[in-house]
């Protein structure tokens, strides 16, 4: 059964930094990308950037790039979402994704079950 | 443009047939995938590719495309399809849509 799990709430404060993870089982983890996805309060699904766990390449939205970092470490079957410096705006629940591309397109085939970051002083 | 317009909400009455519809540029070229969402839950795919369902998703679940517009259909609506509904075509998501069941 393929699985992601992700890792538990985080509360912080503005400028601390952060690091959220998810570890896929069931499946070849170095055969698919892993995808994050910000949901901010109330809102909507944004596509914030991939990573390809064989070699670590990354792609990251133009709203994303330069705020976050994406990673992973293919030996534990884990990718990371990381932030150097919070910011209260950053307060959302962050999904992850494997991205799968075929000749029928791209589409997210399973999502781990996210993890809220609340950001207060 | 990359962006994808959707409906803010629709509403269907139990067991009549309901469409959601995505816009964009991207589509006249990538398939969309489409992922309901209930509250509190992660979303789900229902529709990927040309009309393809994930193993699992109801057959009452099916996915068109013409020109600049996908569709996701509900044929017999039933109370446990409510939920938004967003697609996603090349890593970029619509705007969702809110479908309520009456």
């Known amino acids: 059964e393929v699985q992601l799990v992700q890792s538990g709430a985080e509360v912080k404060k503005p400028g601390e930094s952060l690091r959220i993870s998810c570890k896929g089982s069931?499946?070849?983890?170095?055969?698919?990308?892993i995808s994050w996805v910000r949901q901010m309060p109330g809102k909507g699904l944004e596509w914030m950037g991939r990573?390809?766990?064989?070699?670590?390449?990354?792609n990251y939205s133009p709203s994303f790039q330069g705020h976050v970092t994406i990673s992973a470490d293919k030996s534990i079957s884990t990718a990371y979402l990381q932030w150097s410096s919070l910011k209260a705006s950053d307060t959302a629940m962050y999904y992850c994704?494997?991205?799968?591309?075929?000749?029928?397109?791209?589409?997210?085939?399973?999502w781990g079950q996210g993890t809220l970051v609340t950001v207060s002083s | 443009s990359s962006e994808l317009t959707q409906d803010p909400a629709v509403s269907v009455a139990l067991g009549q047939t309901v469409r959601i519809t995505c816009q964009g540029d991207?589509?006249?070229?990538?398939?969309a995938s489409w992922y309901q969402q209930k509250p509190g839950q992660a979303p789900v795919l229902v529709i990927y590719?040309?009309?393809n369902r994930p193993s699992g998703i109801p057959d009452r679940f099916s996915g068109s495309s013409s020109g600049n517009t996908a569709s996701l259909t509900i044929t017999g609506a039933q109370a446990e399809d409510e939920a938004d509904y967003y697609c996603?075509?090349?890593?970029?998501f619509g705007t969702g849509t809110k479908v309520t069941v009456l």
């Open positions: 996603n075509s090349r890593y970029v």
């Open positions: 990573i390809d766990p064989s070699d670590s390449y990354t």
């Open positions: 590719g040309k009309n």
């Open positions: 069931g499946y070849s983890f170095t055969s698919y990308w």
């Open positions: 991207s589509l006249r070229s990538y398939y």
């Open positions: 994704a494997r991205s799968t591309v075929t000749t029928e397109g791209y589409y997210f085939d399973y």
